[in-house]
């Protein structure tokens, strides 16, 4: 299994401009989690799927991000507008069952917001 | 200007001895908890996991321990290796293990 992929590995982009951050989970997964890592403020949960289906979002930081899971191998996270604060790696994880289980990382997004 | 980050505590040990990474946690609620690895570029890798409802829990070379009394996690790692820096996380779930958080992370550095 080649496990949880996420691409792009780097994004450089403007103030001001969209970004998507695509991830596929791992095959027969049916939880997908996004977190963002900052020095900042560490591992941060941001929003959680199950079975496509979002069920926390109290991590998503305002209106400017968005995550959809339009089907099971596939999810996107949106930032629009794009902000020099939103600089951070963003890590997509996949998990089985529950919560609880074990969650597989992707090697995640570094974005840089100019 | 420069911005203010996380200091992460940094525990430096010498090839072959024993390193003991330690976490508070902050639920006293918290019915689970796992141990996860991140190497520099990488994602978190899963270690070990240790439910509330026990004290201790081996795997290889790892140990992890739980103090409930005191809200208190460790990772005691036998014989540390060159390959085990990294940066080393408690993360603890809640509400039926609904809900999860990170701590901010320990850095391991061993000395060749």
């Known amino acids: 299994d080649a496990g949880v992929i996420q691409s792009p590995r780097h994004e450089v982009t403007e103030m001001g401009q969209e970004v998507t951050l695509r991830c596929k989970p791992i095959?027969?997964?049916?939880?997908l989690f996004w977190y963002r890592q900052t020095m900042m403020r560490g591992l941060e949960l941001l929003i959680y799927?199950?079975?496509?289906?979002?069920?926390?979002d109290s991590g998503m930081p305002e209106d400017r991000f968005s995550a959809k899971m339009p089907n099971a191998s596939f999810s996107t996270l949106k930032i629009q507008p794009s902000e020099p604060r939103d600089s951070a790696v963003y890590f997509c994880?996949?998990?089985?069952?529950?919560?609880?289980?074990?969650?597989?990382f992707g090697a995640g997004t570094r974005l840089s917001v100019l | 200007g420069e911005s203010v980050g996380l200091h992460l505590p940094t525990l430096s040990v010498q090839e072959g001895d024993n390193s003991i990474i330690n976490c508070a946690y902050s639920?006293?609620?918290?019915?689970?908890f796992i141990w996860y690895k991140q190497e520099s570029g990488k994602g978190p890798q899963f270690i070990i996991d240790?439910?509330?409802?026990?004290d201790k829990r081996q795997g290889q070379r790892v140990t992890v321990l739980l103090n409930k009394t005191v809200k208190h996690l460790s990772l005691q790692i036998a014989a540390t290796q060159p390959g085990d820096s990294a940066v080393y996380f408690c993360?603890?779930?809640?509400?039926?293990?609904?809900?999860?958080?990170f701590g901010i992370g320990t850095k391991l550095q061993v000395i060749p």
């Open positions: 994880a996949s998990s089985f069952g529950t919560v609880g289980n074990i969650q597989y």
């Open positions: 095959s027969g997964h049916d939880y």
């Open positions: 799927f199950n079975n496509n289906v979002p069920i926390d």
């Open positions: 639920n006293s609620a918290s019915d689970y």
């Open positions: 240790i439910r509330s409802n026990m």
């Open positions: 993360a603890e779930l809640t509400g039926g293990y609904q809900k999860v958080t």
